[in-house]
């Protein structure tokens, strides 16, 4: 069984910084895409940012020159760093792979971003 664990989230002021981080395990297999997805209180999931295997990123336009993802694929780990955080990027904050086609997620870290 496929589990992804986030860490890493918390309260931070504006302008601030945060790292997460996701580590998938109960696989023997690399993740073809992992990313990061945020959600809003009664809003659906919304992509932040996702990299292959290969290295190649997408971002969210919301997020481009702020935040930064990358992966160490010996570790099956996705990490995303967010630089200059608004109170708008306050959020929970899914981590996602993709495995032979299947997505899997963790269950959310929580980034809150308020003086």
């Known amino acids: 069984q496929v589990q992804l664990v986030e860490s890493g989230g918390g309260l931070v002021q504006p302008g601030g910084s945060l790292s997460l981080s996701c580590a998938a395990s109960g696989t023997i297999f690399r993740s073809n895409v992992m990313g990061w997805y945020r959600q809003y209180p009664g809003k659906e999931r919304e992509l932040v940012a996702t990299?292959?295997?290969?290295?190649?990123?997408n971002y969210a336009d919301s997020v481009k020159g702020r935040f930064t993802i990358s992966r160490d694929n010996a570790k099956n780990t996705v990490y995303l760093q967010m630089n200059s955080l608004k109170p708008e990027d306050t959020a929970v904050y899914y981590c996602?792979?993709?495995?032979?086609?299947?997505?899997?997620w963790g269950k959310g870290t929580l980034v809150t971003v308020s003086a």
């Open positions: 990299i292959i295997s290969g290295g190649s990123t």
């Open positions: 996602m792979s993709t495995i032979f086609g299947m997505n899997y």
